[in-house]
């Protein structure tokens, strides 16, 4: 039987980092939001590595952050060890990355959702997803109860359908042996949903006072830790980390793969979704690169809380016997006493192509889904879509414009561009290859392209908005400042320049041009830059880098110009591409298949050539002659 | 911000009569300044009345490169809406060219297919209501442009690009797969490495390059392709051709080596005989080199000539051939007439539709009545330059010159000891450019290679 039970603005689906970002931003824009979740216990857990950011995903918590997301609030809250990746490298590629308590970083989500006003936290599986004439109407759990709503946001990750496996044993749960979502998947495809099948997997957990660490290589967290939120100071969040370990595969763990490869559920065809070609199992490894003799193994405390650790590196569908003996064919690894077994899991999600750039579902009116439900991977990934599909739920129900990111502006564009766009078949992880104007997009400056963003939605502080506004201002005049201060050629000049290993100057030169130099930077000229005041470091980062590589900068911006023309002309939404006699079969095909907003989404679309572009263009003119000569002005500029 | 401004050549390449080249955009007015010369000296053409026409001179540099009328017409009056110039020029195909090159050398680019007409249309110059018959000239005259960017590469050329590619891919790969998972790659080292794949990279570009621009000038006149087995008589009929009153332009073996290409002038016409030189001598062209060598000549010939030897029965071969060259424009052959004839033109014309002509080359039996047909096929139309092959061959060149430029970058950033992630910047543009020659475009071929070449990930 079912029954009314309370309105709300908006329902959020599932309380993993993409539920959880997007109901903390609808209740904090003042809507009426309550979000459900399988287990009380499961709040924005880490069922598979125990760390948040990395490369190019270090990029999307910040941007989180500066939008008004909470992720980097709890992780600097909560790590246990952080370390700023590729720092020999450009800066557009420095990546935070720390290790967290999971249950630490559990409860303390947990704890924000259930102080925040006008959010509720309710233990329910949701069953059916009502919808009239085209719009969401409310949702419907297990027992009965009818939540009517004005939207809803779906953030199921991997529960819908989930099936664990390993050799021949199958468990029909969720990760972590959590219960699974058994009716949805029915009630979306009754909607017309696409569905696809994804797998992903985790490796074992094994017990700590197993493991012989002297065999391995220990890897310290940095002296000097950077905070993942730009409203938190290193010194003040810092405290003492724990360390993790590296040690390597061994041909006696190759050989035990290959030997038992007849028994992964990947080989023998038990499973049917798409793995992730970041995340590779060991027997996929061990297949695909036979000639690597050995492959990296990380040793990862999972908490503070608990002596079990994860092995990262070693994901594994492999049958139990034949794990015990793969693990322990690993130096420092001969006594390991596993915990928690390594498994594939298999889910279903949806295909994103039917998803708006606001991520919202493009038939089904307030009806909005992020994170692993719309065919991504990892945590930050889930989080950032949670984060957008919150605000735009509520731009609409607020009825204000919706926030739409583009790829120049952010690795949150570049995420859900991608993910709508192009025809993913395999779980999608951000890296820095797929940002093309990455270096625009640091993680050094989410604040200063972002922040206020943040802000016109509501998600972020009048005072915080006023900071970062104050910061451009410093930084533009600090880098006035250096290109027009001339240093002359006098002895103290030459003396640092040859104790740094930089060429003595022949002609005067101004302090930027100095900072160009490879071997140079801002901080080394402290002693013969006189008039320099004390600034924060943030900004002097900012001053350095935007020096050091403007000539590189400069060319990037040239091109997001290019870009953002093509992302400005739009396509109205129920355009019917079989109406346009010219366009090659293929691009109509591909073109109803992703209905792109925009003529600069349509061009990213495979198979859609450059001449359809034109020929499309050629086609909308006609179809806006109403407004033609405003249109045409618009249009024209750059073909 | 405006548009930028293109130039192409408006009319076909054929030899006879004039040439136009447009130029469409803000910088036509400019650039002809720079490089038109009034007869009494230095005169500023943009001054003039719209609409007007002006004889002089364009020159590159110190180089006078024709005598020409210019036609100056001020937006918005003009075919694209823009401020449009042209320069009518003698028709010979090298002339057009140096001058489309010093237009191009004034900041402007070369048009895409189909880009004068878009750009009328989307300026309003051309009515909505034929918005279809715009978007299939763009669409068809694209096609060709690509069918024809794939044919002119020999397929020499073609490994090379894909090398060079491929090369540049890895090596993008291999950089950001150390970016994205730096505790498995590591990239100490690697600029060593680099440096040399662009070294090597941008030489074999650079031939390219030269190949390319030695290209033009084999390529000028319509494309006359011999086609025969041996002793048919083909190089009895190219030096006929060849011989007597009809001066010999150029004589430039083919790069390739095996083939041998005369430029003839037949009254108004100018003829690139292409004959299988390598093969006169030896063997047969069928079966040393293949009927492959037939095909790849045939598809891209504007002209065939198939020499029959009509006191030896048709085989297999001929009927291959036949089949071939059955969409083409050809001219059939049935020499050797004052022998016993073996095959009758009723024999062919079971099997063909081409005019056939009896020949003797021993005493110029129908050489006279050859003339006469392409001279009559030229005329009424049915015989043109595939024209579009001129400006492929600039396409292919702006490509490279762009990748190898692109390159250069790469090579200055390792130079000055730019973090390695700077890099890929370059060398992706590089590899774009060498895409566009064979009509590929991006996708995911760096996500792809990065998977299958590296193990990435935890």
Same mark, same amino acid.
């Given at each position: 039987?079912?029954?009314?039970?309370?309105?709300?603005?908006?329902?959020?689906?599932?309380?993993?980092?993409?539920?959880?970002?997007?109901?903390?931003?609808?209740?904090?824009?003042?809507?009426?939001?309550?979000?459900?979740?399988?287990?009380?216990?499961?709040?924005?857990?880490?069922?598979?590595?125990?760390?948040?950011?990395?490369?190019?995903?270090?990029?999307?918590?910040?941007?989180?952050?500066?939008?008004?997301?909470?992720?980097?609030?709890?992780?600097?809250?909560?790590?246990?060890?952080?370390?700023?990746?590729?720092?020999?490298?450009?800066?557009?590629?420095?990546?935070?990355?720390?290790?967290?308590?999971?249950?630490?970083?559990?409860?303390?989500?947990?704890?924000?959702?259930?102080?925040?006003?006008?959010?509720?936290?309710?233990?329910?599986?949701?069953?059916?997803?009502?919808?009239?004439?085209?719009?969401?109407?409310?949702?419907?759990?297990?027992?009965?109860?009818?939540?009517?709503?004005?939207?809803?946001?779906?953030?199921?990750?991997?529960?819908?359908?989930?099936?664990?496996?390993?050799?021949?044993?199958?468990?029909?749960?969720?990760?972590?042996?959590?219960?699974?979502?058994?009716?949805?998947?029915?009630?979306?495809?009754?909607?017309?949903?696409?569905?696809?099948?994804?797998?992903?997997?985790?490796?074992?957990?094994?017990?700590?006072?197993?493991?012989?660490?002297?065999?391995?290589?220990?890897?310290?967290?940095?002296?000097?830790?950077?905070?993942?939120?730009?409203?938190?100071?290193?010194?003040?969040?810092?405290?003492?980390?724990?360390?993790?370990?590296?040690?390597?595969?061994?041909?006696?763990?190759?050989?035990?793969?290959?030997?038992?490869?007849?028994?992964?559920?990947?080989?023998?065809?038990?499973?049917?979704?798409?793995?992730?070609?970041?995340?590779?199992?060991?027997?996929?490894?061990?297949?695909?690169?036979?000639?690597?003799?050995?492959?990296?193994?990380?040793?990862?405390?999972?908490?503070?809380?608990?002596?079990?650790?994860?092995?990262?590196?070693?994901?594994?569908?492999?049958?139990?016997?034949?794990?015990?003996?793969?693990?322990?064919?690993?130096?420092?690894?001969?006594?390991?006493?596993?915990?928690?077994?390594?498994?594939?899991?298999?889910?279903?999600?949806?295909?994103?192509?039917?998803?708006?750039?606001?991520?919202?579902?493009?038939?089904?009116?307030?009806?909005?889904?992020?994170?692993?439900?719309?065919?991504?991977?990892?945590?930050?990934?889930?989080?950032?879509?949670?984060?957008?599909?919150?605000?735009?739920?509520?731009?609409?129900?607020?009825?204000?414009?919706?926030?739409?990111?583009?790829?120049?502006?952010?690795?949150?564009?570049?995420?859900?561009?991608?993910?709508?766009?192009?025809?993913?078949?395999?779980?999608?992880?951000?890296?820095?290859?797929?940002?093309?104007?990455?270096?625009?997009?640091?993680?050094?400056?989410?604040?200063?392209?972002?922040?206020?963003?943040?802000?016109?939605?509501?998600?972020?502080?009048?005072?915080?908005?006023?900071?970062?506004?104050?910061?451009?201002?410093?930084?533009?005049?600090?880098?006035?400042?250096?290109?027009?201060?001339?240093?002359?050629?006098?002895?103290?000049?030459?003396?640092?320049?040859?104790?740094?290993?930089?060429?003595?100057?022949?002609?005067?030169?101004?302090?930027?041009?100095?900072?160009?130099?490879?071997?140079?930077?801002?901080?080394?000229?402290?002693?013969?830059?006189?008039?320099?005041?004390?600034?924060?470091?943030?900004?002097?980062?900012?001053?350095?880098?935007?020096?050091?590589?403007?000539?590189?900068?400069?060319?990037?911006?040239?091109?997001?110009?290019?870009?953002?023309?093509?992302?400005?002309?739009?396509?109205?939404?129920?355009?019917?591409?079989?109406?346009?006699?010219?366009?090659?079969?293929?691009?109509?095909?591909?073109?109803?298949?992703?209905?792109?907003?925009?003529?600069?989404?349509?061009?990213?679309?495979?198979?859609?050539?450059?001449?359809?572009?034109?020929?499309?263009?050629?086609?909308?003119?006609?179809?806006?002659?109403?407004?033609?000569?405003?249109?045409?002005?618009?249009?024209?500029?750059?073909? | 911000?405006?548009?930028?401004?293109?130039?192409?050549?408006?009319?076909?390449?054929?030899?006879?009569?004039?040439?136009?080249?447009?130029?469409?955009?803000?910088?036509?007015?400019?650039?002809?300044?720079?490089?038109?010369?009034?007869?009494?000296?230095?005169?500023?053409?943009?001054?003039?009345?719209?609409?007007?026409?002006?004889?002089?001179?364009?020159?590159?540099?110190?180089?006078?490169?024709?005598?020409?009328?210019?036609?100056?017409?001020?937006?918005?009056?003009?075919?694209?809406?823009?401020?449009?110039?042209?320069?009518?020029?003698?028709?010979?195909?090298?002339?057009?060219?140096?001058?489309?090159?010093?237009?191009?050398?004034?900041?402007?680019?070369?048009?895409?297919?189909?880009?004068?007409?878009?750009?009328?249309?989307?300026?309003?110059?051309?009515?909505?209501?034929?918005?279809?018959?715009?978007?299939?000239?763009?669409?068809?005259?694209?096609?060709?442009?690509?069918?024809?960017?794939?044919?002119?590469?020999?397929?020499?050329?073609?490994?090379?690009?894909?090398?060079?590619?491929?090369?540049?891919?890895?090596?993008?790969?291999?950089?950001?797969?150390?970016?994205?998972?730096?505790?498995?790659?590591?990239?100490?080292?690697?600029? !060593? #490495?680099?440096?040399?794949? &662009?070294?090597?990279?941008?030489? %074999? +570009?650079?031939? /390219?390059? *030269? $190949?390319?621009?030695?290209?033009?000038?084999?390529?000028?006149?319509?494309?006359?392709?011999?086609?025969?087995?041996?002793?048919?008589?083909?190089?009895?009929?190219?030096?006929?051709?060849?011989?007597?009153?009809?001066?010999?332009?150029?004589?430039?073996?083919?790069?390739?080596?095996?083939?041998?290409?005369?430029?003839?002038?037949?009254?108004?016409?100018?003829?690139?005989?292409?004959?299988?030189?390598?093969?006169?001598?030896?063997?047969?062209?069928?079966?040393?080199?293949?009927?492959?060598?037939?095909?790849?000549?045939?598809?891209?010939?504007?002209?065939?000539?198939?020499?029959?030897?009509?006191?030896?029965?048709?085989?297999?071969? !001929? #009927?291959?051939?036949?089949? &071939?060259?059955?969409?083409?424009? %050809? +001219?059939?052959? /049935?020499? *050797? $007439?004052?022998?016993?004839?073996?095959?009758?033109?009723?024999?062919?014309?079971?099997?063909?539709?081409?005019?056939?002509?009896?020949?003797?080359?021993?005493?110029?039996?129908?050489?006279?009545?050859?003339?006469?047909?392409?001279?009559?096929?030229?005329?009424?139309?049915?015989?043109?330059?595939?024209?579009?092959?001129?400006?492929?061959?600039?396409?292919?060149?702006?490509?490279?010159?762009?990748?190898?430029?692109?390159?250069?970058?790469?090579?200055?950033?390792?130079?000055?000891?730019?973090?390695?992630?700077?890099?890929?910047?370059?060398?992706?543009?590089?590899?774009?450019?060498?895409?566009?020659?064979?009509?590929?475009?991006?996708?995911? #071929?760096?996500?792809?290679?990065?998977?299958?070449?590296?193990?990435?990930?935890?």
């Amino acid at each position: 039987m079912s029954y009314i039970y309370e309105d709300y603005d908006v329902v959020v689906i599932g309380a993993g980092h993409a539920g959880c970002e997007a109901a903390l931003a609808c209740a904090r824009l003042s809507l009426n939001t309550i979000i459900f979740t399988v287990s009380m216990d499961s709040v924005a857990l880490m069922p598979c590595n125990p760390n948040i950011g990395g490369t190019s995903k270090g990029h999307l918590v910040r941007e989180i952050d500066a939008l008004g997301g909470e992720m980097g609030k709890n992780i600097d809250k909560t790590y246990i060890q952080s370390r700023m990746l590729n720092l020999s490298k450009g800066p557009a590629v420095h990546s935070l990355r720390a290790q967290a308590d999971k249950m630490d970083y559990s409860n303390s989500m947990r704890k924000v959702l259930e102080n925040t006003p006008n959010l509720t936290l309710k233990q329910a599986e949701i069953i059916d997803i009502l919808v009239e004439d085209g719009k969401v109407k409310g949702v419907k759990t297990y027992s009965g109860a009818i939540y009517p709503c004005k939207a809803v946001i779906l953030c199921t990750g991997t529960y819908l359908n989930a099936r664990c496996i390993y050799g021949d044993t199958v468990h029909e749960t969720g990760p972590n042996g959590l219960q699974s979502a058994l009716y949805l998947t029915e009630s979306l495809k009754k909607l017309g949903i696409e569905m696809f099948r994804f797998k992903t997997g985790t490796p074992a957990r094994i017990d700590k006072r197993t493991i012989d660490f002297t065999k391995m290589e220990e890897q310290k967290g940095d002296e000097k830790i950077v905070p993942f939120s730009f409203i938190n100071r290193g010194e003040d969040i810092q405290k003492e980390q724990v360390s993790c370990w590296l040690t390597y595969t061994t041909p006696k763990t190759h050989e035990i793969v290959q030997e038992n490869i007849h028994r992964s559920p990947l080989f023998s065809g038990d499973i049917k979704g798409t793995g992730a070609r970041y995340c590779p199992s060991i027997e996929d490894k061990v297949v695909r690169f036979p000639d690597r003799d050995r492959h990296q193994v990380f040793i990862e405390p999972e908490g503070n809380y608990t002596n079990e650790m994860y092995i990262s590196g070693l994901s594994s569908s492999l049958p139990e016997d034949v794990q015990v003996r793969m693990y322990r064919s690993v130096p420092g690894l001969e006594k390991a006493e596993i915990v928690r077994n390594a498994y594939a899991i298999e889910y279903d999600c949806i295909n994103p192509a039917q998803l708006k750039p606001t991520l919202e579902i493009r038939n089904i009116e307030g009806f909005f889904s992020a994170g692993q439900f719309n065919g991504s991977s990892g945590y930050e990934e889930a989080a950032a879509q949670g984060l957008m599909a919150g605000i735009n739920a509520s731009m609409k129900l607020l009825g204000k414009e919706p926030v739409v990111l583009d790829r120049s502006e952010a690795y949150i564009g570049v995420l859900i561009d991608d993910l709508i766009t192009k025809e993913t078949m395999e779980p999608y992880r951000m890296m820095t290859s797929r940002a093309e104007y990455r270096l625009l997009l640091r993680q050094d400056n989410a604040d200063l392209r972002l922040t206020k963003i943040g802000y016109q939605v509501g998600l972020i502080d009048k005072e915080r908005y006023q900071a970062v506004v104050n910061k451009e201002e410093t930084i533009r005049k600090e880098i006035k400042r250096l290109e027009s201060t001339v240093i002359g050629a006098k002895s103290e000049v030459q003396e640092l320049l040859k104790s740094l290993n930089s060429s003595p100057l022949t002609t005067a030169s101004t302090l930027a041009d100095l900072i160009r130099r490879p071997e140079l930077n801002y901080e080394v000229l402290k002693t013969i830059d006189t008039q320099r005041e004390d600034l924060p470091d943030d900004v002097i980062e900012q001053v350095n880098i935007n020096i050091k590589y403007d000539g590189y900068i400069e060319r990037q911006k040239r091109q997001v110009e290019q870009f953002r023309k093509q992302e400005n002309k739009k396509i109205p939404e129920n355009l019917d591409y079989d109406m346009i006699p010219s366009l090659r079969i293929e691009a109509k095909q591909k073109l109803n298949k992703f209905k792109p907003v925009s003529i600069g989404q349509a061009s990213r679309i495979s198979g859609v050539s450059p001449a359809d572009i034109s020929v499309l263009l050629v086609y909308l003119m006609q179809y806006n002659s109403k407004e033609s000569s405003a249109i045409r002005k618009e249009y024209r500029n750059g073909i | 911000m405006k548009s930028d401004t293109i130039a192409a050549i408006a009319t076909g390449n054929s030899s006879a009569g004039i040439s136009i080249i447009r130029i469409s955009g803000d910088k036509a007015f400019p650039a002809i300044d720079r490089i038109y010369r009034h007869k009494n000296g230095r005169k500023k053409i943009s001054n003039m009345k719209s609409h007007t026409i002006h004889y002089g001179f364009i020159v590159d540099g110190n180089e006078v490169i024709d005598e020409v009328m210019v036609t100056i017409m001020k937006a918005p009056s003009t075919y694209t809406r823009e401020d449009v110039v042209e320069i009518n020029c003698h028709g010979g195909i090298v002339v057009t060219r140096k001058i489309l090159e010093a237009v191009l050398k004034q900041d402007i680019r070369l048009a895409e297919p189909g880009e004068f007409t878009k750009r009328a249309f989307l300026n309003g110059r051309i009515d909505l209501s034929q918005a279809e018959a715009v978007c299939d000239i763009i669409n068809a005259k694209n096609e060709i442009a690509l069918k024809n960017s794939l044919n002119q590469l020999r397929g020499r050329e073609k490994t090379i690009i894909e090398t060079i590619r491929k090369s540049i891919l890895r090596d993008v790969a291999y950089i950001e797969a150390a970016l994205d998972d730096p505790e498995n790659f590591t990239l100490e080292g690697f600029a !060593d #490495d680099l440096k040399s794949h &662009l070294k090597l990279n941008c030489k %074999a +570009i650079d031939e /390219l390059i *030269k $190949s390319s621009k030695n290209g033009k000038l084999i390529k000028e006149g319509i494309k006359t392709v011999i086609l025969g087995k041996p002793n048919a008589g083909k190089s009895s009929l190219l030096n006929i051709l060849v011989k007597e009153d009809r001066a010999i332009v150029t004589d430039i073996a083919g790069t390739t080596r095996d083939t041998l290409e005369e430029t003839i002038r037949l009254n108004d016409i100018t003829l690139n005989i292409i004959d299988t030189a390598g093969i006169r001598n030896t063997d047969d062209v069928i079966e040393k080199i293949g009927v492959e060598k037939a095909i790849k000549l045939s598809q891209d010939a504007d002209l065939i000539l198939y020499v029959i030897d009509s006191s030896r029965a048709l085989d297999e071969n !001929d #009927d291959r051939i036949l089949a &071939l060259i059955e969409d083409k424009n %050809a +001219i059939l052959l /049935l020499n *050797k $007439s004052d022998l016993r004839p073996v095959v009758t033109p009723n024999d062919i014309k079971d099997k063909s539709n081409h005019p056939i002509i009896i020949t003797s080359f021993l005493d110029y039996r129908g050489v006279e009545e050859l003339e006469l047909l392409i001279k009559e096929k030229f005329f009424e139309g049915s015989l043109t330059i595939h024209e579009d092959i001129y400006i492929t061959n600039d396409r292919h060149l702006e490509a490279f010159n762009n990748a190898l430029n692109s390159l250069r970058m790469v090579e200055d950033s390792v130079n000055k000891q730019m973090p390695e992630d700077f890099y890929s910047i370059d060398l992706m543009a590089a590899y774009e450019e060498l895409g566009k020659i064979l009509g590929e475009n991006l996708s995911e #071929d760096l996500i792809n290679m990065i998977f299958s070449e590296f193990c990435m990930g935890k």
